[in-house]
């Protein structure tokens, strides 16, 4: 589901905007500061109803500006966003409001890579679980409202962990309902873990020689114990941190080489392309999955990986079948690696100041 129209206005420096993307691969270069990244993040704030840079809407109206809005075109989907500077935001699929920002994920799904999506496997859980959970969001269609339930039934377990004098009887309903909750969003997991898993290690298999890697998925208790009692046993360490230390919201996916963590011991180099390898896993289990294409943002791919490292990343990203966005500094070496796949449909287009033209020529023709 590409793109077909994208319109916006008053975002950040984006006055306004109005581009008929490629349905394939699309190329933006400009300088520093030129509005490349704002319009990725207009069409991440299409797809999540927030920005990849700040979870709050508001800086990204442009400062002289009372709202911003962002209207996107696809096959599928008409999507609006209007931000008042005062008020709340309003978002519209097909002209209608919508009753969860989850209707605009399901409407245009889509992927980032960016600089902070090479802390993935360096940084905490917290993002690998989200990497695996927006798979199994779009894959499996009841783990969302199982996840709302689990996280309503957690909160309020960690509200009454932190009162006083409340025996453990009263947190049994509680408990029972947590626990097999996280054990329905754990079979969900594992379920989609298992596909990404093989696709993710045939992609890095194909290039990158790194022996002995392995990628695990942990599900936030030890599975051959019961969460229940789990959590009964844990009863008195949870009450003194006041929150719940297992369950569903500890999972994590675990990436080793041998006995050690992917980050002690692969170059910077390797640990961007494995989480490219991520990324792009995520991506075509989502395709082969639900028959649907999802959109891959790539923020300046250039100045993140060396032109071997790009052109792999390239090749990759050409399997896809999928609307890509990818932004850098300099034409020439963001055109480069896109000079052979002739049988792609390439636009580029030029961000100046804020605002975006589509060159005609084919900058990738400067290059030969
Ligand atoms: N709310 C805002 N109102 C007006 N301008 C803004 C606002 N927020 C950011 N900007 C400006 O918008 C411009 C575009 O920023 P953006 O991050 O999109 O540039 P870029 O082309 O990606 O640059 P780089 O190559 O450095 O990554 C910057 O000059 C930034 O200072
Ligand atoms: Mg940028």
Redesign the pocket.
Known sequence: MPIQRLLVTQF???LQVDVQPSPDINLLY??????????L?SVYLLSLGRSFRSHKIK??????ASELTVFGKSSAASIGITRPRRGDSQFKVNGSRIASLAELTRSLPVLVINSDTFRLIEGGPKERRQLLDWLVFHVEPGFFITWKNASRCLKQRNAMLRRDRIPYAEFHPWDRELAGLSQLLADYRCCAFDQFKAVFLSLVEEFVQIESLTVELEQGWDTTGNLLDILEQHFDRDKKQGFTGTGFHRADIKIKVGSHKAEEVLSRGQQKLLVCALILAQCMVFQQTSGKNCILLV??LPSELDDKYQTLMVNWINKLNCQVFV?G?DVLALSEPWGKMVDRDIKVFH?EH?EIKHEERLALSETE
Do not use: A, M, Y
Request: hydrophobic share 25%; no cysteine; net charge negative.
């Open positions: 950040r420096n984006l400009g300088q520093n500061g030129s509005g490349k990244t704002s319009l993040e800086p990204l109206i442009n400062e002289s923020d300046d932004t500094v961000v804020g």
